[in-house]
């Protein structure tokens, strides 16, 4: 269960720091560009830890995808860049996907 978590930290710093990186204007904002080394250096750490007793493919398809769709959302919301139909049909694909490795594959470490 807690490698579980540690996929969550990932995913959560990786969305941080991803969107620090669109504040930072290109490394410009010293701030900023601090959030996204610092949430980097977390996200890829904790990933580490996840890949001890999650398969490889897996706990990249789960930080990947859910990673896709949470910056998606901060961007609508905080940098208001919209989704057109095909964009909101792409990230439902993604999230399908996600829960269908996760729910059905026999490929996960549950």
């Known amino acids: 269960m807690k490698n579980w978590m540690f996929l969550f930290m ?3 710093a990786e969305v941080i720091a991803t ?3 669109k ?3 290109g490394f410009t904002k010293p701030i900023a560009s601090m959030v996204v080394v ?3 250096i977390i ?3 904790c990933l580490s830890l996840t890949l001890k007793t999650i ?3 897996i706990a990249y398809a789960i930080w990947s ?3 896709i769709v949470l910056i998606s959302a901060v961007a609508w919301i905080v940098f208001d860049q919209k989704l057109d139909v095909w964009g909101i049909v792409g990230i439902t694909l993604i999230m399908a996907g996600v829960l269908i490795l996760n729910l059905l594959s026999k ?3 549950h």
Do not use: H, K
Request: no cysteine; charged share 5%.
């Open 19 to 21: 969107s620090a990186l």
């Open 38 to 40: 610092v949430g980097y």
């Open 10 to 12: 990932a995913i959560i």
């Open 43 to 45: 996200a890829f750490y």
């Open 23 to 25: 504040s930072s204007e």
């Open 55 to 57: 398969p490889v493919g």
């Open 65 to 67: 995808g859910l990673g």
């Open 107 to 109: 490929t996960s470490a």
